[in-house]
């Protein structure tokens, strides 16, 4: 694989993991703006700007886009995140300059008012249906418990409150502050013909006019409690408890992501033996996640109420007796070989190294090859799990649960 890359005068970044094995071409625009860049009365904005885009331009109507999204025969779509908002399509390489064409023009979109009124509702109603699942409940007020008054905190969705007072005069200032073209990275992956598709960006995207948008960044420090959010009408209990852990700028996050794998991968790891596989839980796992400025630690449990008191001191009781004594040598190696064949895997398949090429790049302006990855990966050793482990403490986290349940144990 090559990689390439080039910047716009106007500040827009192209990036591209050529591959010519490929027979498809992965590509997209990355925005570094999510609901991190909002503020409380616009919160949700940024997803609700992304259905927008969709909607039509000068150029399309709505009607329009989505025949030509037809046309391309591939597989498209967009995503918002709490940093990142992505537009994306996979395709036949000869469909490549149709594909930009198409994607550069819905950037500049329309934003009528019928449009606007119209996707509101949409975006309400999927409010209110991710409010009636529990996982993701907990999952978003989690953030903003653990982490109170950091960007982070926010919601990707908003609330009906901050989404239903939107008007198209406050998502189009939005738009004018985030969608500069010096805050955007056009990625592509797969068989690319990279000199052709920095014309095909230029022509269509150079004149854009470049404004600083700048993000507001800190590291912020976990709280510790338990909060619970009462549901008489679930049949499991779900808990989520969250400790500070390293943030994607971090070197150590490596470590930290092997970590995670040898005591709460889905499968073969010590919470699946101790708790899934036993029968003593629905689901078990311990993961990272992690941002440009932060990152934690998280172990989600879902089980039945009168269980909820006996696994999390399981887990508390795993995950002491891992930092105390540390990880064996051949759970290193089975979490390495987990880890190191989805990364080779990731390069079959243009899409997958579309995103991590462009999240990578966006957060760091640094390129990361299948190759390095792996590199880092052999590299590590259980030293430096041990240190991760006595860097970052699991004894007194933060704690969620939806459910049935009045109240906790003190040990959690």
């Given at each position: ?234 049949v499991l209990e779900y808990v989520l408890q969250l400790v500070d852990g390293p943030s994607n700028l971090d070197d150590d996050r490596y470590a930290a992501s092997l970590l995670s794998v040898v005591l709460g991968a889905s499968v073969g790891s010590r919470f699946f033996w101790e708790l899934v596989d036993s029968g003593r839980a629905e689901s078990a796992s311990f993961s990272l996640s992690g941002y440009s400025d932060a990152g934690y630690f998280e ?114």
């Amino acid at each position: 694989m090559i990689f390439k890359n080039a910047i716009l005068d106007n500040g827009l970044e192209i990036i591209a993991e050529i591959n010519d094995a490929a027979l498809s071409t992965a590509l997209g625009f990355f925005v570094r703006t999510g609901g991190r860049d909002e503020t409380d009365n616009i919160s949700g904005v940024s997803h609700f700007l992304e259905h927008m885009v969709f909607k039509g331009t000068d150029r399309r109507t709505a009607v329009d886009v989505n025949r030509e999204l037809d046309d391309l025969g591939g597989k498209s779509n967009a995503g918002t995140s709490e940093e990142t908002t992505a537009f994306y399509a996979k395709v036949l390489p000869e469909l490549q300059e149709r594909a930009i064409d198409l994607f550069s023009d819905i950037l500049r979109p329309s934003l009528r008012k019928e449009d606007f009124d119209m996707e509101k509702q949409v975006i309400l109603e999927e409010i209110k249906m991710y409010e009636d699942q529990p996982p993701f409940l907990i999952d978003e007020r989690s953030r903003e418990l653990f982490w109170p008054g950091h960007p982070l905190s926010r919601s990707v969705l908003g609330t009906r409150e901050s989404v239903g007072s939107l008007t198209p005069e406050l998502m189009r200032d939005y738009f004018e502050r985030r969608y500069s073209p010096n805050n955007i990275v056009f990625v592509a992956s797969g068989r690319v013909d990279f000199e052709q598709i920095v014309q095909w960006v230029d022509s269509r995207c150079g004149k854009w006019k470049s404004f600083d948008a700048p993000r507001e960044s800190w590291r912020p420090k976990g709280r510790s409690g338990v909060k619970l959010f009462k549901r008489d009408e679930t049949v499991l209990e779900y808990v989520l408890q969250l400790v500070d852990g390293p943030s994607n700028l971090d070197d150590d996050r490596y470590a930290a992501s092997l970590l995670s794998v040898v005591l709460g991968a889905s499968v073969g790891s010590r919470f699946f033996w101790e708790l899934v596989d036993s029968g003593r839980a629905e689901s078990a796992s311990f993961s990272l996640s992690g941002y440009s400025d932060a990152g934690y630690f998280e172990t989600a449990l879902a089980c039945e109420p009168e269980d909820v008191d006996e696994n999390l001191a399981l887990i508390h009781e795993i995950l002491l007796e891992a930092k105390k004594d540390g990880v064996k040598e051949e759970e290193l190696t089975r979490a390495k070989n987990k880890l190191s064949t989805a990364i080779a895997l990731s390069a079959e398949k243009p899409m997958t190294r579309l995103f991590a090429v462009g999240e990578e790049w966006l957060m760091k302006r640094r390129y990361c090859s299948v190759s390095d990855d792996l590199n880092i990966l052999r590299n590590l050793t259980l030293d430096d799990l041990s240190n991760v482990m006595k860097k970052y403490s699991f004894e007194n986290p933060f704690t969620v649960a939806v459910g049935k349940m009045d109240s906790l144990r003190d040990y959690v």
